[in-house]
């Protein structure tokens, strides 16, 4: 009888103690980080969202909310939640990050290069930030200052392949042909398995008068992407022309949208090189809205009068059990 009376009491205490949900903006911002992490940017969004209904001026959420829309390519609200952030915290380097990266997928060229070098400033391990800052500065026609950016990459970085592919752009650009062909030299022993490397390197070679070397990776970049235009181009400007032919120093100045905190791709072939245009932005609401999320159920502690009931029914209890044994 003991033993039932006990586990009454356990039953009796837990139906006193009330339920409450867990809606702190700190708690949300957690969930959020969280998501990211694993990948699940729209449910960090809907995270960091919930915390600025809770908390308006969270600049935690909002520096993540700057990194879960440039995730998802919603650039120009990336811009006003990074903004946000800075304004409580100027050396968020999350949101510093954000807001050069928003810059540059918005076109925004100049701003992002001077955003980066802000980020530079209080962190300068930040590798892909590098390469987005070279690619800026190739979209200003500013090769020079690219390879400066491009060569940080690769020296944070050896095993990159898109950094490595991108400083031998840069050195296309430049006509310094050497330089070019030791940079995309790296690539290729990194992976032969990239068509727009080997195009690159094709180039390289032929600037520097090695038409049948040049020949040789065009086909190699064919032979991985038969569609590859650019690549017969090439290789078409090579029969007949070997004395007279002229590199085309085109350089790729579109970068991928991988997280800053992840290594960029192997850059896929393309059709085309091209410089980048300004990507659509879906809408966004200027403010928050807090979209419903599954909620963790948390319980308060034990209230004096809960507590005052709960020993009274245990009185009850232990009584009842009493006067049976009598």
């Not at 990211?36 to 600025?52: E, H, Q, V």
């Not at 290594?263 to 928050?288: D, F, K, L």
Request: with cysteine.
């Amino acid at each position: 009888m003991r033993s039932k009376a006990l586990f009454l009491v356990l039953i009796l205490a837990v139906l006193f103690i009330p339920a409450v949900q867990a809606e702190e903006a700190s708690e949300w911002v957690a969930q959020g980080q969280t998501a990211i992490m694993s990948g699940n940017f729209d449910r960090a969004l809907a995270c960091f969202n919930n915390a600025l209904a809770l908390d308006k001026n969270s600049a935690s959420a909002n520096s993540g909310k700057a990194v879960a829309l440039n995730k998802l390519g919603q650039y120009a609200g990336a811009l006003d939640a990074a903004n946000r952030t800075l304004i409580q915290r100027s050396s968020d380097t999350d949101a510093l990050n954000a807001r050069a990266f928003a810059q540059y997928n918005l076109g925004q060229y100049a701003a992002s290069v001077v955003s980066y070098d802000k980020l530079f400033a209080i962190q300068k391990n930040r590798v892909e930030a590098y390469c987005v800052q070279g690619s800026a500065y190739m979209a200003l026609n500013e090769s020079d200052m690219a390879v400066v950016s491009y060569l940080q990459c690769t020296s944070l970085d050896p095993a990159e392949v898109d950094s490595w592919n991108k400083l031998g752009l840069a050195y296309l650009d430049q006509k310094k042909y050497t330089e070019a062909l030791d940079a995309l030299n790296h690539a290729t022993a990194i992976t032969t398995k990239n068509a727009e490397v080997w195009n690159n390197k094709g180039l390289a070679l032929a600037g520097l008068g090695r038409y049948q070397d040049a020949l040789n990776c065009f086909n190699q970049a064919l032979s991985l992407s038969p569609g590859y235009s650019e690549a017969q181009k090439n290789k078409d400007n090579m029969y007949g022309k070997t004395q007279v032919y002229t590199a085309s120093t085109t350089a790729t100045r579109r970068i991928s949208t991988a997280t800053p905190t992840e290594t960029s791709p192997v850059i896929s072939p393309t059709a085309e090189v091209s410089t980048p245009g300004i990507p659509s932005m879906p809408e966004i609401s200027a403010t928050p809205t807090s979209t419903p999320v599954p909620k963790k159920t948390t319980y308060s502690p034990l209230s004096p009068f809960t507590t005052i009931c709960a020993l009274i029914g245990v009185w009850g209890l232990v009584f009842l059990v009493r006067k049976n044994k009598e």
